[in-house]
């Protein structure tokens, strides 16, 4: 069949070969226009069903079976063809003949296969009208329900056709849902009250109304304790047992049935109270790990932290490393020094921090099996067994209690924690690679190593002298004269150790330079991002801050700012930050959260660093009291933290302030177009009256040289010709000249841009005769 007439005759669900990514696939023709062909790709490509519109004389088209095999062809009739006997469908099956008449035996509730348009899928059939069933298609919603006549040959007998697969909407194919989402039970308190109101008199329905309406109030309430929202817990508490008298007295009038199921509210009392627990233990745990947070903050201004592996070996390669690097760091002489070793300290590879581990851990666990340990274990497998059989304890002490229970099965464990071989099973479990170590292996690494270790940990109370947190534990303080201390970080909320590694008290030098260097560059180039911190407000009770506008300068000139941010804070809709750059003086940006936070906030983010000369801070006309009358203005840097340019403080004037940055420096007058060329001008003109330099005393040598020629004196005598008697001569430097004198001729000055012929060499002898007859001029006997 030639290429121009194969086309032609294809109909719509015929198979071609269809050229895709440089490869020859099979796809099915499912539309037809004029000039093209819709093909649907048989097999999917990167998992998706992919169709396609080709024109019909494209090289990319050619019959079916010219570049693609039989096993690329589908295994399913194409669109529209009626299912025969023996046909093979997708995953191996083969579809059973079709039974006429099959829809005649069915009945409300049944399943079966359902062909739907051109795909056969699994139905149920759920009513009946005439000579027709109702049919729902499982995995599809009702609106896709239709009526299909009872000898209709599109019903077929379950899985006939479609072998037991999926032929729901393909979104749910993968979804694990549960049954009960798709027959959704309506289980709130008004549910129960129209089920147990039936046959109530008057009043005990109103009671219970009172009992249904403060169980949905409660149900709200344990929501917005879910959800983290403020809840008054003693009103609350107070509430609940004032709604559990009420369902007891409300109980005692009703029948057995109804009062029994009355008691379900009394559930959600018992379902509020075990979510206000759960929520105050993680509020606490919240609260822990926060003030954690804060205390290792600080502790970053005199230590260098090195993460160490959270694998349960951590007190042990964060005491072998500091051990490592510790007589090194004794000797540095200023923090350079101290970073470099820092950074070697971090590089440590995993396996080789796990070697660190393994050794300091083996030593360890071998002087444990000391008997001056010995009471110290067993008070320890005490607390364990004490602390498990409660619920509670770390993995670490129930792996002891587990291994214990395993040895000593119907023992009492208390007593046999006393016996060497439970002193072994503790030393055994602690040998074990990730198995967290106490206080007590410390204690004994400690004195194996003889090395004092410092723990950091919060506690109430922190231990803290002149500013500077000290050890909250000191472990082998007996040995602070033989090695220097391993200091070490503590996160309680994670049973974790890191290194600390103390800043030396000598800054690196060559940090200085590059600060320094860093600090004249932002003079000169300004800051990205601005912060003002707004602490105190004209009224001393205002709980918000108000603001005009906020207005930058640089070089006497207004900049545009960019929107600024209130991180924190919370402003009305018609009063947000964006007031303070919109030039209105009758909008005002407001932050009603000032007084909870104690401040407020505002960061401006400059697309590059800007130099901010002057800033203005304009009042809101109808709020004084909210007016900001201390602030700080930082500019925020990555590297070097905040830098403070500004502080006002105690301001009493109405309307705006302005204030100058001193930071920067000031700007340079730039002089008008007019200025700069007067001043041009002028400098012409002194440079033609201003005579050359050199020409005054060449004048003088070239008058005395004409006055010698002709054999007159300088010093008195006739005058010369030309000069009448009795007129003075007129002195120009050592020489006179005569008034009627000829001017000497003016000096040519150089042309810029072309260069001067120069003048012929004189010899040696002519510049010795000129050299004498200056030196006579210039010294006359």
Not at 2 to 30: C, F, M, N, P
Not at 81 to 102: D, I, K, S, Y
Not at 210 to 215: D, L, S, Y
Not at 515 to 535: C, D, H, I, P
């Amino acid at each position: 069949m030639s290429g121009e007439e194969w086309y032609k005759i294809t109909k719509q669900g015929d198979l071609i070969d269809v050229k895709r990514d440089s490869a020859w696939r099979v796809a099915k023709v499912v539309a037809i226009t004029e000039t093209q062909f819709r093909c649907e790709f048989v097999k999917q490509i990167n998992g998706r069903v992919t169709r396609e519109f080709i024109r019909k004389t494209s090289e990319r088209l050619s019959p079916l079976g010219t570049y693609t095999a039989e096993d690329d062809r589908p295994s399913a009739a194409p669109a529209g063809a009626a299912p025969v006997a023996g046909q093979v469908v997708a995953g191996n099956f083969q579809r059973a003949e079709l039974v006429e008449g099959f829809g005649m035996t069915l009945s409300v509730g049944d399943k079966c296969d359902c062909r739907d348009q051109n795909k056969w899928r699994t139905a149920q059939v759920i009513g009946r009208q005439g000579d027709s069933w109702r049919i729902h298609f499982e995995g599809w919603g009702s609106r896709w329900d239709e009526w299909v006549p009872e000898r209709s040959i599109k019903l077929q007998p379950l899985n006939s056709q479609t072998g037991g697969a999926f032929t729901g909407d393909p979104k749910m194919q993968h979804q694990d849902v549960p049954a009960q989402m798709f027959t959704p039970v309506d289980n709130t308190p008004k549910q129960w009250k129209r089920i147990m109101s039936h046959g109530l008199s008057d009043p005990q329905v109103k009671k219970m109304d009172t009992i249904f309406e403060m169980a949905c109030k409660f149900q709200d309430t344990q929501r917005q304790i879910v959800l983290g929202k403020a809840v008054d817990v003693e009103k609350l508490e107070g509430e609940l047992a004032e709604f559990k008298q009420k369902i007891q007295s409300t109980s005692e009038g009703l029948p057995r049935v109804q009062a029994g199921c009355l008691q379900i509210c009394s559930n959600i009392v018992s379902d509020i109270k075990s979510t206000l627990s759960e929520t105050k233990r993680q509020k606490r745990q919240q609260d822990l790990l926060s003030k954690e947070d804060e205390y290792f903050k600080r502790l970053h201004k005199d230590f260098y932290f090195v993460n160490i592996p959270s694998d349960g070996n951590c007190l042990f390669g964060a005491t072998g490393r500091g051990m490592k690097f510790g007589k090194i760091l004794s000797g540095c002489q200023h923090d350079g020094e101290v970073k470099a070793l820092v950074d070697q300290a971090r590089k440590v590879t995993v396996n080789e921090s796990s070697d660190i581990a393994t050794d300091f851990r083996l030593r360890a666990v071998m002087n444990l099996q000391e008997e001056k340990y010995t009471a110290r274990v067993v008070a320890e497998l005490k607390h364990a067994i004490e602390t498990a059989s409660g619920g509670g304890g770390n993995p670490t002490s129930k792996t002891i209690v587990a291994q214990l229970r395993a040895a000593f099965k119907d023992k009492d464990l208390m007593k046999a924690a006393e016996t060497k071989q439970a002193i072994g099973i503790y030393c055994q479990v602690m040998m074990s690679p990730r198995v967290f170590g106490t206080e007590l292996e410390a204690q004994a690494l400690s004195e194996v190593i003889k090395c004092p270790l410092h723990i950091y940990y919060r506690v109430t109370g922190d231990f803290e002298k002149e500013g500077k947190l000290e050890a909250t534990k000191i472990i082998g303080s007996e040995y602070e004269k033989d090695n220097p201390a391993v200091h070490l970080a503590f996160y309680m909320g994670k049973s974790h150790y890191d290194l600390l590694v103390q800043k030396h008290e000598k800054s690196d030098p060559e940090e200085i330079k590059r600060k320094e260097a860093r600090m004249l560059e932002r003079k000169e180039r300004g800051f990205s991002k601005y912060r003002f911190q707004f602490t105190k407000c004209r009224g001393a009770e205002t709980d918000r801050l108000s603001l005009n506008q906020v207005r930058f300068f640089s070089g006497g000139k207004w900049t545009p700012a960019p929107e600024p941010k209130n991180p924190g804070g919370h402003s009305p809709a018609n009063h947000t930050p964006f007031c303070l750059i919109d030039g209105d003086d009758n909008t005002k940006m407001m932050d009603m959260n000032f007084k909870k936070n104690g401040m407020t906030t505002l960061v401006y983010e400059f697309e590059k660093p800007t130099v901010i000369n002057d800033y203005e801070i304009v009042y809101a006309k109808d709020d004084s009291k909210s007016d900001p009358v201390s602030w700080i203005l930082y500019g925020d840097t990555n590297q070097d933290g905040p830098v403070k340019l500004s502080e006002r403080s105690k301001i009493d004037t109405d309307g705006s302030v302005r204030t100058t940055l001193e930071f920067f420096p000031p700007p340079k007058e730039e002089k008008s177009s007019v200025d700069v060329k007067q001043q041009a001008e002028s400098k012409n003109e002194a440079e033609k009256k201003e005579p050359v330099k050199g020409e005054e005393k060449k004048e003088e040598i070239s008058n005395t040289e004409v006055e010698k020629k002709n054999g007159m004196d300088i010093s008195s005598g006739p005058s010369p010709a030309g000069n009448p008697a009795g007129e003075p001569a007129v002195s120009v430097g050592d020489a006179a000249v005569s008034p009627a004198a000829p001017a000497a001729p003016a000096v040519q000055q150089p042309v810029p841009g072309v260069v001067e012929p120069s003048a012929p060499r004189e010899s040696d002898e002519t510049q010795d005769k000129r050299a004498t007859k200056e030196e006579d001029f210039e010294n006359p006997s």
